[in-house]
T-cell receptor, first 114, second 115 residues
Framework: QQQVKQSPQSLIVQKGGISIINCAYENTAFDYFPWYQQFPGKGPALLIAIRPDVSEKKEGRFTISFNKSAKQFSLHIMDSQPGDSATYFC?????????????FGRGTQLTVWP | DGGITQSPKYLFRKEGQNVTLSCEQNLNHDAMYWYRQDPGQGLRLIYYSQIVNDFQKGDIAEGYSVSREKKESFPLTVTSAQKNPTAFYLCASNTDYGRAYNEQFFGPGTRLTVL
């Protein structure tokens, strides 16, 4: 059972446009929601993260919007650049017996055309 | 430099062989993880360990084994029981849960191919 559902699977955006990737979860015990960026052949790297007591977090061109009641969160990439072309994963952290482990979405492959 | 190292970068295995993937971290992290990545499947957790000499199965542990004899090392063995082992394997680690944003760091990965 997929704990975190991510969409779309792939996304093509023109340079300068806005890229939006969405994630949804069911487990209300999740307490930390990171986004990771992965380039081909490399390990993922943390891009930005948010806790559920905050509705929005912005770092440069990257913004997480969080809707606790809907159990959804999204990544917005403003002024998308060709260098942003990568695979993006959302994730959620469990608590209790699964302390610290992350549940990942299946990823979104973003292509930004110049 | 602090970080996570994985070796080898590429590994080829014949059917019926066991192979061991190395993961070492010098970040002084307590928790370590092994993930398997297949196209379109995201990152699936194989095993994780929160302290030395203790580890838990993840979602796809069958055909894999691990050990955690030292804090900085968490090797993964892919056994002959794993029927479809060709994949990209990622090791990760993070600090203790008590921190509000305990970032999980990833290694560069090992690509395993069965011949």
């Amino acid at each position: 059972q997929q704990q975190v559902k991510q969409s779309p699977q792939s996304l093509i955006v023109q340079k300068g446009g806005i890229s939006i990737i969405n994630c949804a979860y069911e487990n209300t015990a999740f307490d930390y929601f990171p986004w990771y960026q992965q380039f081909p052949g490399k390990g993922p790297a943390l891009l930005i993260a948010i806790r559920p007591d905050v509705s929005e977090k912005k770092e440069g061109r990257f913004t997480i919007s969080f809707n606790k009641s809907a159990k959804q969160f999204s990544l917005h990439i403003m002024d998308s650049q060709p260098g942003d072309s990568a695979t993006y994963f959302c994730a959620a952290r469990g608590r209790g017996s699964t302390l610290g482990r992350l549940y990942f979405g299946r990823g979104t492959q973003l292509t930004v055309w110049p | 430099d602090g970080g996570i190292t994985q070796s080898p970068k590429y590994l080829f295995r014949k059917e019926g062989q066991n192979v061991t993937l190395s993961c070492e971290q010098n970040l002084n992290h307590d928790a370590m993880y092994w993930y398997r990545q297949d196209p379109g499947q995201g990152l699936r957790l194989i095993y994780y360990s929160q302290i030395v000499n203790d580890f838990q199965k993840g979602d796809i542990a069958e055909g894999y084994s691990v050990s955690r004899e030292k804090k900085e090392s968490f090797p993964l063995t892919v056994t002959s029981a794993q029927k479809n082992p060709t994949a990209f394997y990622l090791c990760a680690s993070n600090t203790d849960y008590g921190r509000a944003y305990n970032e999980q760091f990833f290694g560069p990965g090992t690509r395993l191919t069965v011949l």
